[in-house]
């Protein structure tokens, strides 16, 4: 999702910079299509986000595409050097008024612009994220596994989280132990955390019982075969844990993912409360790359 959701927020940016409209063709998104198309919803951003865009069906994008006026993007585009926005670079875009921006800067305030979940999708993830008691600041770690290991990624160790977790509680925490909220696709990794610090609290998602696909690593050619309740299940757990990593003290997560980039511009802008720890596959990956 995220990682889709990226290439819109660059996409949108580049059109702004242009002075285009746009609008995004979900028509051969894997988060769209289902098997079984009586499976699928018309649109997998309007279920859960607020239009971002014009609408596909809009008379505006309808003469356009009869005149021959659409241009399509490829992800290549959005993502090469100047696209994609990196830190330290400066950007001006007229039709919004920005001038001489800041990349990291100006993907957060657009992020912000763009990404707004439905007020059912927030005001659920909201109470989920509330019924974890998470009433002081605590810790967010992100852990990703599942399809990323045929990107020829190692995955990170349990144990260099809790190495790094016992950092930030020595720094940040004055050495007492806060809440832990772990966000992963792989449900085993909260055992494998409370095995290697059982006096440590951790909570997690994965706690509840319910019918979530993925909970042993998330498989992106798996989607295609979710039913609806499965789709919604998977993706409000996955809006509990955006949460939870966007209000936390501190994060600890991968560079392999596209969830640590969404986490990073959600977040506050304090590099010193965001920890990534660095796995083979993964050198030269630090934030300015972004």
Not at 90 to 104: A, D, F, P, V
Request: overall charge positive; hydrophobic content about 40%; proline content about 3%.
């Amino acid at each position: 999702l995220t990682n889709a959701l990226k290439m819109v927020l660059l996409g949108a940016i580049l059109s702004f910079e242009e002075n285009r409209c746009f609008f995004v063709d979900e028509s051969n998104s894997h988060l769209h299509k289902r098997k079984d198309t009586s499976q699928q919803v018309n649109s997998f951003i309007n279920h859960y986000f607020a239009p971002i865009g014009l609408s596909i069906n809009s008379g505006f994008i309808k003469s356009a595409r009869e005149s021959g006026e659409i241009r399509f993007r490829e992800w290549q585009e959005v993502w090469n050097e100047r696209n994609r926005r990196p830190a330290n670079f400066l950007y001006n875009i007229s039709s919004l008024g920005y001038y001489n921006m800041e990349g990291h800067r100006l993907k957060r305030i657009m992020m912000r612009r763009l990404w707004r979940p439905q007020p059912q999708v927030r005001n659920k993830a909201c109470k989920g994220l509330a019924n974890h008691g998470l009433k002081d600041e605590f810790i967010a770690m992100s852990i990703r596994r599942g399809d990323k290991g045929t990107e020829k990624f190692v995955f990170a160790k349990t144990e260099q989280y809790i190495e790094e977790a016992d950092k930030v509680i020595a720094t940040v925490f004055h050495n007492k132990a806060p809440m832990i909220f772990v966000a992963t696709d792989d449900c085993r990794a909260v055992d494998e955390l409370r095995q290697l610090r059982p006096v440590w609290t951790f909570v997690s998602e994965c706690d509840k019982e319910s019918n979530i696909p993925g909970q042993e690593g998330f498989d992106l050619n798996d989607v295609a075969s979710w039913s609806p309740e499965q789709t919604d299940a998977h993706y409000f757990k996955f809006f509990v844990e955006l949460y939870a990593m966007a209000v936390s003290k501190v994060f600890i997560g991968v560079w392999y993912t596209n969830v640590t980039w969404w986490a990073y511009f959600m977040r506050q802008p304090n590099d010193s409360t965001f920890r990534v720890i660095r796995t083979e596959g993964t050198q030269g990956m630090e934030l300015p790359w972004f």
